[in-house]
C-alpha cells in the first residue's frame, strides 16, 4: 500500500526551526520582512528614504519626518514583554501539528503563566481568523452543514439541542479536484436568509458551489451564485460521496482537534479555534507560520480578555 503524500509531506522539524528562529535577531530580522518586504515604510508619513536606529531605545526612525516607531508597533506583538523568541515558539506549536494544543499544554511548554499561554495562544489565533475574514471562495466550493456540540439529558434532542453550535464549512476546490482553500462560519441557524447573505460575503458571484439539498441552501442562488445540490441521503453512504470527500475529511479532522484539546467551547468562543485551520491547503505546503504572517503584523480586534472559569 502506499503512502498517503499529504501525510508523510516534509514539515519544519523541531530542530530547523530552532536553527531559523531560535534567537531574538533572528526573530527580529524575520518580523521586519513580513512588516516591510520591499523595504522600511514610515507608518505616519508612508514614505521609505530609509530609517535611522536608535540602539538605546530600540526604535526606528524615519529620515524624512523623524517619526519614532517600533519593530512591534502595530502588530500582534505589541505592548508585550515577552522576546520574540517565546511569541514564534508558541505560533510553531499552533500551526504545525494537526491536533490543536491546549493554553495549558502551552504554558508548559513556553515556561510562562497559565494567564499569559491564555493570551499568547488567543491573540494568535484572533490574527489568524482576521486574516482571512473577508476573503472570498473562488471556483468549485464544497458547502456543507455542521454542528459543533452534544446533546446533554434531558434537552432538547437532534439539531435544535442548545448545546449544539451550527456553523457552515465551506471548501474550494483546485481544477483537478484538490482542497485549496477553507472557511468555517458559525453562523445563527440554517435558514435561508442566513445562507444568503453569508454566500454574498464569501463566495465570489463567479463560483460553481456544491452542496446537498437542505432547504436553506436555496439561499445561494439567491445571493446570485450557482448551486449544483447534490442528493446525498443519510447513513454512512452519504458520508462517502464522492462530492463531499474532501469536506467531510476536513470537518472530522477539525471535530477530532477540538474535542482532544477542550473540554467545551461556548459558540461565543468558537470562530478563534476554527480560524486556527483557516490557512492555505495546497501542497506543497508551506511553514505554516508563514502563511500567517501578513495577519501577524496588525494587532488583533479581540481576544484579550479572558471568560471567567474557561479553561482552553
Known amino acids: 500500500m502506499s503512502k498517503n503524500r499529504v501525510q508523510f509531506q516534509k514539515g519544519l522539524s523541531l530542530p530547523d526551526f530552532f536553527s531559523a528562529y531560535g534567537s531574538e535577531a533572528q526573530c527580529a530580522e524575520t518580523l521586519f520582512r513580513w512588516r516591510w518586504p520591499l523595504g522600511f515604510v514610515c507608518p505616519e508619513c508612508g514614505h521609505g528614504e530609509g530609517y535611522t536606529t536608535i540602539q538605546t531605545r530600540g526604535l526606528l526612525q524615519c529620515k524624512h519626518c523623524r517619526h519614532q516607531t517600533s519593530l512591534t508597533a502595530g502588530t500582534v506583538f505589541a505592548y508585550s514583554k515577552l522576546p520574540l523568541t517565546t511569541w514564534f515558539l ?21 515556561g510562562v503563566s497559565y494567564a499569559t ?33 452534544r446533546e446533554c439529558h434531558g434537552q432538547t434532542p437532534g439539531c435544535g439541542s442548545p448545546n449544539k453550535t451550527p456553523f457552515l464549512a465551506a471548501l474550494g476546490r483546485s481544477l483537478d479536484g484538490r482542497p485549496m482553500t477553507l472557511r468555517l462560519s458559525v453562523v445563527a441557524g440554517f435558514r435561508k436568509r442566513e445562507i444568503a447573505a453569508w454566500t454574498k460575503k464569501f463566495i465570489h458571484p463567479d463560483s460553481i458551489v ?19 445540490p447534490v442528493v446525498t441521503g443519510g447513513g454512512a453512504a452519504s458520508v462517502a460521496l464522492e462530492d463531499f470527500r474532501w469536506l467531510n475529511t476536513i470537518v472530522g479532522n477539525v471535530k477530532n482537534a477540538l474535542h482532544g484539546t477542550y473540554h467545551k467551547v461556548s459558540p461565543q468562543h468558537l470562530p478563534p479555534p476554527l480560524g486556527r485551520v483557516l490557512l492555505p491547503l495546497q501542497p506543497p505546503l508551506r511553514p505554516r507560520h508563514n502563511a500567517v504572517a501578513p495577519g501577524l503584523c496588525r494587532r488583533p480586534h479581540a481576544a484579550h480578555a479572558q471568560p471567567a472559569g474557561q479553561i482552553s
Request: a negative charge; charged letters at 25%.
Open 90 to 110: 508558541a505560533l510553531y506549536l499552533l500551526t504545525q501539528q494537526k491536533s490543536a494544543i491546549s493554553a495549558l499544554e502551552l504554558k508548559r511548554q513556553l
Open 210 to 228: 456544491v452542496s446537498d439539498c437542505l432547504p436553506c441552501f436555496n439561499g445561494i442562488a439567491d445571493a446570485g451564485v450557482e448551486d449544483q
Open 117 to 149: 499561554a491564555w493570551s499568547v495562544k488567543h491573540k494568535l489565533l484572533q490574527s489568524m481568523l482576521e486574516r482571512d475574514a473577508n476573503r472570498q471562495l473562488t471556483g468549485v466550493i464544497e458547502v456543507d452543514d455542521v454542528y459543533w456540540g
